[in-house]
Nanobody, 112 residues
Framework: QVQLVESGGGLVHPGGSLRLSCAASSVISGAFRWYRQALGKQRELVAGISYDGDTFYADSVKGRFRISRDNDMNTVFLQMNSLKPEDTAVYYC????????WGQGTQVTVSS
């Protein structure tokens, strides 16, 4: 059983930055992903990172978001810069190790 606990969400003005964290309760040898779900919309993949640090990003966040991980701390991060109102969503951390594991989500609101 793995627990994923996200933190770092909040309210930020357009153009601002936030850094999300997701701490796992045990060693994760696989990939991490960040998803987000805006109100009334389907959950969408934002970014992913392999154990070795290979990354990918949704087109909508390329050049603005950066995913990273600290394997010693079993933690994955999502640095979000140049935030836009359309980035407003609940952000979820995900990994697969024998089964799907999701965090509880953290709200990100971008508004003036």
């Amino acid at each position: 059983q793995v627990q994923l606990v996200e933190s770092g969400g909040g309210l930020v003005h357009p153009g601002g930055s936030l850094r999300l964290s997701c701490a796992a309760s045990s060693v994760i040898s696989g990939a991490f992903r960040w998803y987000r779900q805006a109100l009334g919309k389907q959950r969408e993949l934002v970014a992913g990172i392999s154990y070795d640090g290979d990354t990918f990003y949704a087109d909508s966040v390329k050049g603005r978001f950066r995913i990273s991980r600290d394997n010693d701390m079993n933690t994955v991060f999502l640095q979000m810069n140049s935030l836009k109102p359309e980035d407003t969503a609940v952000y979820y951390c995900y990994t697969f190790t024998g089964r799907d594991y999701w965090g509880q989500g953290t709200q990100v609101t971008v508004s003036s």
